[in-house]
């Protein structure tokens, strides 16, 4: 399955490729200077790109090239539809600023709205992110207030993310369109999806 925007292709990482994934992943260059670098082995990172059940990653791919990489995660409760977490990477520092951020969460976004139980697409950023918030709320995603800090994997001050997202109500069916290449609207956020 491939995902598209503007001149972008998104393709989901597989067995063969997915080696070109874990340097980026531990290079303190590609995620700077905002993101954090996990601490973990490539052989785990591996494990995760290809076999984890709730996220999905894909090459950002412009031109021929794989230029970054997103991948959204699938977070259930009980009783509860499917809030998608979502999060991009444009590996090359020379390569932010033209739009592929913003394009690549926009076909994140349009393939997340039409699958069964959406309830939510929300993402996270530092407050200093400009390039983030703005690429989200380019993607149709508003602005909610801090993240709280309970979410996150390591001790930070309670003021530290922004948190983004983007509400379906009622939740996605199957049967729902939208354009790729349109504007995520205002319907989209209060329940006009389109059917
Ligand atoms: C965040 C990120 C995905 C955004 O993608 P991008 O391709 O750089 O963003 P876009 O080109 O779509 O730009 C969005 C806007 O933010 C601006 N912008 C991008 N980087 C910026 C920066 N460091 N400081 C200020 N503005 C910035 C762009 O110029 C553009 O605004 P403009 O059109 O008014 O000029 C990318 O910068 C990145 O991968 N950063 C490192 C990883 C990261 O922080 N990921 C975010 C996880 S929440």
Redesign the pocket.
């Known amino acids: 399955m491939q995902l598209r925007a503007g001149s972008l292709v998104l393709e989901p990482v597989t067995d063969n490729d997915v080696e070109e994934m874990i340097p980026r992943t531990l290079s303190t260059t590609a995620?700077?200077p905002?993101?954090r670098v996990p601490a973990a082995a490539s052989d785990s990172l591996r494990q995760q790109f290809l076999t984890d059940p709730d996220r999905r990653y894909f090459y950002i791919v412009r031109g021929g090239h794989r230029v970054?990489r997103v991948y959204f995660r699938r977070w259930q409760f009980v009783h509860h539809g499917v809030d998608w977490e979502l999060?991009?990477?444009?590996?090359d520092p020379n390569?932010?600023?033209?739009?592929?951020?913003?394009?690549?969460k926009r076909a994140a976004i349009a393939h997340l709205v039409r699958e069964p139980h959406t309830l939510s697409i929300w993402?996270?950023?530092y407050r200093d992110?400009?390039?983030?918030q703005?690429?989200l709320e380019?993607g149709g995603l508003g602005l909610r207030g801090l993240l709280s800090t309970a979410r996150y994997p390591v001790p930070v001050p309670e003021d530290t993310f922004l948190l983004y997202s983007l509400e379906l109500h009622p939740p996605s069916g199957d049967r729902v369109r939208v354009d790729p290449n349109g504007p995520i609207t205002r319907a989209h956020h209060l329940g006009g999806l389109a059917r």
């Open positions: 995620q700077g905002f993101k970054g999060n991009t990477l444009v590996a390569l932010r600023g033209q739009g592929i951020g913003t394009d690549a993402a996270y950023t992110n400009v390039g983030a703005k690429s380019r």
